[in-house]
């Protein structure tokens, strides 16, 4: 079974509801370009958009190419990638909603992620870049668990 912080699955339920309620994306200039081949091989099938690519490649940073690094470095040190886990979610230690959401995701977790290294929220980047293909009930859990931390 995998094993996720608690910090890291109350950031999953922040960044799976943060599609609905923003527009901005993070800074990806020459990201494209430089990891392409790294997309297709790692992240192909994800949707372009609101950081979902660049957050893809984060999960998978210990396989992108050297080509990509330079260019994925510069995207995940900016402060629109920081924002995709606010500090607030990462502050919390505890929740009685943690169980639920580690099994309604699992499916996912399994299906979407299960080559990521864990640690450092690369799962959690993981989910966040596959949310068009998350089930319903894991975003369902997701807005509970986050509906009752706020």
Request: charge should be positive; include cysteine.
């Amino acid at each position: 079974m995998i094993s996720f912080s608690r910090i890291a699955l109350l950031a999953v339920a922040s960044m799976i509801l943060m599609i609905v309620g923003t527009t901005h994306t993070v800074p990806a200039a020459g990201l494209m370009e430089a990891c392409k081949a790294d997309i297709d091989s790692n992240c192909k099938g994800v949707r372009e958009g609101r950081g979902r690519i660049s957050a893809c490649l984060y999960a998978h940073s210990n396989k992108v190419s050297p080509m990509c690094q330079p260019e994925l470095s510069k995207v995940t040190t900016s402060r629109m990638f920081e924002r995709m886990i606010p500090h607030e979610v990462r502050s919390k230690n505890d929740t009685a909603y943690e169980e639920a959401l580690r099994k309604t995701c699992a499916p996912d977790i399994k299906s979407h992620c299960a080559d990521v290294k864990p640690g450092q929220d690369r799962i959690l980047a993981c989910l966040y870049g596959w949310t068009n293909r998350l089930s319903g009930a894991c975003r369902t859990e997701a807005k509970t668990v986050l509906d009752h931390l706020q």
